[in-house]
């Protein structure tokens, strides 16, 4: 009936696994024996010391167990299908792994889950961590892996006051400095009617700095000096926020019809906003590229009749208009050059519908996200695939590049922010956030070191997402 079993650090005590979820443990001349609650009634079990010998995890079945050394109830559980195999990382962390090709990060203190980092399309059946709990190993289906877990941390939910919980988190920008957080949310405020709120977060302390009232579905940025909040809504009204001042005020109105108003850019380099519509199959409706301070009608870009989902954004360096919409069931891509007033074309695949945009930061490749839950990069030159990103199980609604452009954020429907290696075209970490949320923004910090993820539910999570996930070669 013996499952598994590990000897303490000291050597005094023995932890024995016994199949049905039994957790023993005998002293050294085996004259005393401690039987601890069960979790579950699996047939198979692991157990693990921490490095003081105070502790041990306890993996069977469907669940993760930490157990004070003579206590009989467990002072944690973690749910974790169909796990193999539990190792301490430090005193306060542990990692488990299993059939559904994850390790998963426990933080035995705060009692919750750090993240979760898939490592293959086939089960994980041992994981270990070195001394130091830098360097955490993992074996399965014949591969081993070594993962660099140094500067990663998981994730927290800033919650400074109960209304920041209230309205759907529709963007969320950091400011240059990377130590505020902007994000617009919209809120109903009765049966008929929806208004929307900027709010500024000082992040390091959780605390509102500021917040205005701004009307439906505004997009937001950050004035280069970081002093000012930028906001464009759907009726083509363009505010500043100033944070010293708390007090905003309308730069310019460009009287955009409220509900036809789908996506827009603004290029601060060249004083340019571009906007894209919602569109019927009988309409055709260009995209307009307009000059912010006179309003003038600068550039058409136009589109066959009858496409959808239209969604525009400028390169980095504020010399390409990015437009991607799906027409019969195609994905279709224009990118215009400001500079020599050029334009290129191609069709992308697969098939199906596109929800989401966003450069990379030298302005030469495009992510692309689908409704089907991949990405596609491209080759902004030559408009050609560069990687297919598959993992995400639902629509993808927003993407972030890390400041370097070696790495990708993405995130969406099925509850989870997904980090990319762009230049292998592959997955390094996944964050699997509580309760599933529909995560609808996602914005990369300056520093390169943490990313920001709003909820429709208003919720706001930052994710440490640390350099160092990439397997070790």
């Known amino acids: 009936n013996l499952s598994s079993l590990e000897l303490s650090p000291s050597g005094d005590h023995l932890a024995i696994a016994r199949r049905y979820g039994e957790r023993i443990v005998v002293d050294r001349e085996f004259k005393n024996q401690f039987d601890y609650d069960r979790i579950a009634n699996g047939s198979l079990g692991t157990v693990a010391w921490n490095q003081d010998g105070t502790q041990f995890a306890s993996a069977d079945s469907h669940s993760v ?95 400074p006051v109960e209304k920041l919980h209230r309205g759907t988190s529709n963007s969320v920008r950091w400011s240059p400095s990377g130590r505020l957080l902007a994000s617009a949310h919209t809120m109903q ?68 019809n409220l509900f036809r108003t789908h996506s827009l850019a603004v290029n601060h380099r060249l004083g340019l906003v571009a906007f894209a519509h919602y569109i019927d199959s009988n309409a055709e409706e260009p995209i307009k590229i307009v000059d912010i301070s006179t309003k003038e009608l600068k550039k058409q870009i136009e589109l066959p009749k009858g496409y959808w989902s239209a969604y525009v954004s400028w390169s980095p360096d504020g010399e390409k208009l990015a437009v991607v919409y799906e027409r019969g069931g195609d994905v279709h891509c224009i990118v215009y050059n400001q500079k020599t007033c050029t334009t290129q074309s191609a069709t992308l695949s697969p098939h199906g519908l596109n929800t989401a945009i966003r450069w990379n930061p030298t302005s030469d490749c495009l992510a692309i996200g689908w409704h089907e839950g991949i990405i596609q990069t491209i080759e902004v030159d030559s408009l050609e695939r560069r990687h297919l990103l598959s993992g995400h199980q639902s629509p993808i609604h927003g993407i972030t590049w890390a400041p370097e452009g070696t790495r990708m954020a993405s995130c969406g429907s099925d509850g989870t922010v997904r980090i990319w290696d762009t230049i292998h075209g592959e997955e390094l970490i996944v964050f699997t956030l509580p309760h599933q949320p529909n995560l609808w923004s996602i914005d990369w910090d300056p520093t390169g070191g943490k990313i920001a993820a709003g909820t429709t539910n208003g919720e706001i999570y930052i994710l440490d997402a640390g350099p160092s996930m990439a397997p070790e070669d």
Do not use: M
Request: overall charge negative; some cysteine; hydrophobic content about 35%.
């Open 65 to 159: 167990a930490v157990y004070q050394r003579d206590v009989a109830e467990p002072v944690c559980v973690f749910r974790h299908q169909e796990v193999d195999d539990v190792c301490w990382i430090d005193d306060n962390t542990i990692a488990s792994c299993g059939s559904d090709h994850v390790i998963r990060i426990w933080d035995t203190e705060k009692q919750n889950a750090r993240q979760a980092i898939q490592i293959s399309q086939t089960p994980v059946v041992h994981v270990n961590a070195n001394y130091n709990g830098e360097l955490v190993s993992v074996y399965g289906a014949n591969e081993f892996k070594v993962i660099r877990l140094s500067k990663v941390s998981g994730y927290r939910q800033i919650t």
């Open 189 to 256: 405020t009765d049966s008929l009617h929806h208004a929307t709120e900027v709010r500024v977060i000082d992040v390091a302390h959780e605390q509102l700095v500021g917040q205005c009232e701004a009307e439906l579905g505004p997009a937001i940025d950050w004035s280069a000096d970081g002093k000012c909040v930028e906001v464009i809504d759907r009726n083509g009204s363009i505010s500043q926020f100033t944070l010293l001042t708390s007090s905003k005020t309308k730069v310019r109105d460009f009287e955009l």
